[in-house]
């Protein structure tokens, strides 16, 4: 079973970006698709966005599309979220996840336990 850690958390102000990584240890990494989730407090956990297993494919929330991209590279094990502009109702713990099936919307069937996430905070 794959295993994650998410880094590249931070405090940034309203405007500003940071780029998340999760990096997955285990094997066949390249056969599972990889969401990206985010919990604020006193709010639901959501997922964010989606990237298919080989292709590229990505999904994307209506809460951040046009200021997230989210891309992989499957040699290194890593998956990333590059986030711009970002707004202080981004603020939340980010976590990712392996699941064996991308779609158009979102990542379906979770196959993996969550990292410990790492921390967003958007304030000035």
């Known amino acids: 079973q794959l295993q994650f850690v998410e880094s590249g958390g931070g405090l940034v102000q309203p405007g500003g970006s940071l780029r998340l990584s999760c990096a997955a240890s285990?094997?066949?990494?390249?056969?599972?698709?990889v969401g990206w989730y985010r919990q604020a407090p006193g709010k639901e956990h959501e997922g964010i966005s989606c990237?298919?297993?080989?292709?590229?494919?990505?999904y994307y929330a209506d809460s951040v599309k046009g200021r997230v991209t989210a891309s992989r590279d499957n040699a290194k094990n890593t998956v990333y979220l590059q986030m711009n502009n970002l707004k202080p109702e981004d603020t939340g713990l980010y976590y990712c996840?392996?699941?064996?099936?991308?779609?158009?919307?979102?990542?379906?069937?979770?196959?993996?336990?969550w990292g410990p996430g790492t921390q967003v905070t958007v304030s000035s």
């Open positions: 990237i298919s297993n080989s292709d590229g494919r990505t």
């Open positions: 996840g392996a699941h064996l099936y991308y779609t158009d919307s979102g990542c379906k069937t979770g196959t993996s336990s």
């Open positions: 285990g094997s066949r990494f390249d056969y599972y698709a």
